[in-house]
């Protein structure tokens, strides 16, 4: 167990949908990172927070948006789904605001997108 | 478990030999990496960093080379075992600012028994 928390384990939803992936980060780090993982694209970096506060963006959709709860869990909002939003979805979280020695992850969300 | 990849490089080795996972990075100014190794069904573990003052580093039976003239680091895992059948992946930072670390694609290594 990495301390990294997410939920649910696995999400089946239909093409059109909205659905919530929730991350609670491991106790003390105050970062959160969000990380798609599809067949194609390997690991590629969504979203981060610090501390409530959105810090950095990567490749992260307009129908996607994130947030960070001031008891630090963070939540991935993923909306008008497609077939392609089908991945794994990763949670990481760090202490300080920038990953200087690494993340711990949390064992991922599979969404498939039917 | 679930599949992580199936379009990712692949590498088999029996049970005791040497592995090798390579890796080459893209921006000269990252000055610290990292190998993860990511089993079915599980999110990416850290295994070893290195910084860009050292070459080389070892750990419990596994050994990080970098070479930052041709941007290239290797993994190196002594007497492979089944269990450490998993992806393996790298990844590059930059030390300060909000420089986010960019993982590689990732190598699956099989361990035949």
């Known amino acids: 167990d990495s301390g990294v928390t997410q939920t649910p384990k696995h999400l089946i939803t239909a093409t059109g949908q909205r659905v919530t992936l929730r991350c609670s980060p491991r106790?003390?780090?105050?970062?959160v990172y969000w990380y798609q993982q599809s067949l194609d694209q390997g690991l590629q970096f969504l979203i981060q927070y610090y501390n409530g506060e959105e810090r950095a963006k990567g490749n992260i959709l307009e129908r996607f948006s994130a947030q960070q709860f001031p008891d630090l869990h963070s939540e991935l909002n993923l909306s008008s789904l497609e077939l392609g939003d089908s991945a794994l979805y990763f949670c990481a979280s760090s202490v300080g605001g920038q990953p200087a020695y690494g993340y711990t992850f949390g064992s991922g969300t599979r969404l498939t997108v039917v | 478990g679930e599949s992580v990849g199936l379009h990712l490089p692949t590498l088999s080795v029996q049970e005791g030999d040497n592995s090798i996972i390579n890796c080459a990075y893209s921006?000269?100014?990252?000055?610290?990496f990292i190998w993860y190794k990511q089993e079915s069904g599980k999110g990416p573990q850290f295994i070893i960093d290195?910084?860009?003052?050292?070459d080389k580093r070892q750990g419990q039976r596994v050994t990080v080379l970098l070479n930052k003239t041709v941007k290239h680091l290797s993994l190196q895992i002594a007497a492979t075992q089944p269990g450490d059948s998993a992806v393996y992946f790298c990844?590059?930072?930059?030390?300060?600012?909000?420089?986010?670390?960019?993982f590689g694609r990732g190598t699956s290594l099989i361990v035949h028994p």
């Open positions: 290195i910084r860009s003052n050292m």
């Open positions: 921006n000269s100014a990252s000055d610290y």
């Open positions: 106790s003390g780090d105050l970062s």
């Open positions: 990844a590059e930072n930059r030390s300060g600012g909000s420089y986010i670390p960019t």
